[in-house]
């Protein structure tokens, strides 16, 4: 049935249908219904946060019926040009990241480079600017902080320009913060499977969102104690993996960065932890996104699409892919999987799918040494720091991520 809804004109008719049915029956009949707060999914939810999600659930089953990818950005952007009027409306700038040295990426991540063929290359970046600063170049001021983050979307969709969504998260770090001017985010590589050609299978994204770490460190002359590396959802997963590189393989031109900020963290691919408590389970009727059909793998095109050539099993004992499986490989590491990370704030939503990912990490980091704080409103949604609507949630928990990075 997928296929042929792909195909035109039955895709444009599906689509038509969907989005009719939607605005004139759906969303009339939902109204009714969840009138009452006790027949919300969460009794403290307001209707219309109770409609924006029902309505983003009806988009997600949407999208495994037809394709509404858009297709992935190429290798290497045509050109930058700061003078783009999104770019000056949005107080932002943009950059060139020059691919990462072949010396500081080994270990693992050339291993995996070596099986899904893929290499640096070179990629863009955007800085973000609260209102008010004067930009006099890329350059770091002595003792400067900032934030470099890493979007989410499933490894296959999003961009760091700050038209996203996901940039909602940096942009209100830096509405709240009292020590950071300006973030920067990089711009990584998106993967793609069939019905697309194969494409930027993982560490690709990886080595960009590196090379954007070492423009940092390197070219703008931040102090590695001084950045803050961060991501939500996908970036999440590949802020921790960054980090875990610099960890495992220290080099003295790129040392581990001050402090790591991670919301609604995808660390378990496999989705390990399924039982009827687990929150894959309990928390299905309440995220963004519900649950996939009986025996289908959760997020299946974006899983198969990060791992390209690696095998399946990768989703599920690598660390680098999914540090929070229950079948994790630990490697010379052994117990300590997260020992020598810097200090870490988890996020996530009470009634997201994947919460458990991020109390597996605060654990881990506990039973490690690693000074973590793990907040989760309990009513909140994944990756709820991006969306302008997940109120007061969204303002509170910046503005303690704000506090405690003004801390530093």
Sequence with gaps: ???????????????????????????????LYYLPRSTRPRHAWSLKRTLIVRTIQQLFATGRNVDMRGGPKPAVAA???DDDKVLRDAHAKSAWIEPIPEELFGGELRRYAEITGVAPVRIPGYWMLKKGYDWTGHKAMPGEKTVLHFHGGAFTIGTARPTDVTANFPRGLLKHSKTI?????VDYRLAASAPRPQINAFPAALLDCLAGYWYLVQEAGFAPQNVIIAGDSAGANMALAIVRHLVEHPHPALLPPGRLV?????????????????????????????????????????????LGALP?????????????????????????????????????????????????????????????????????????????????????TLRRIAEWIDSM
Excluded at 3 to 27: C, D, E, G, W
């Design 1 to 31: 049935m997928g296929k042929i809804l792909n195909r035109q004109p039955f895709k444009a008719l599906y689509l038509v249908y969907v989005a009719t049915s939607l605005v004139f029956v759906k969303l009339p009949l939902w109204t």
């Design 79 to 81: 050109k930058l040009d």
């Design 181 to 185: 001017s300006r973030t920067f985010a």
């Design 262 to 306: 991670l919301a609604s963290a995808c660390l378990d691919l496999m989705v390990s932890r399924c039982g009827p408590e687990a929150s894959t389970t309990r928390n299905s009727p309440t995220d963004i996104f519900g649950a996939p059909p009986p025996g289908e793998l959760f997020a299946k095109y974006s899983v198969v699409s990060y």
């Design 312 to 396: 399946l099993e990768e989703a599920d004992t690598s660390r680098y892919i999914s540090p929070m499986s229950l079948h994790v490989e630990l490697g010379e590491a052994g117990e300590a999987l997260c020992r020598g990370f810097p200090e870490s704030y988890i996020v996530a939503g009470g009634a997201e799918r994947i919460m458990d990912d991020s109390v597996a990490l605060k654990e881990r980091m506990d039973a490690d040494g690693v000074k973590a704080v793990l907040d989760i409103p309990p009513d909140a949604v994944h990756d709820f720091v991006v969306f302008t609507w997940h109120e007061p949630e969204r303002t509170e």
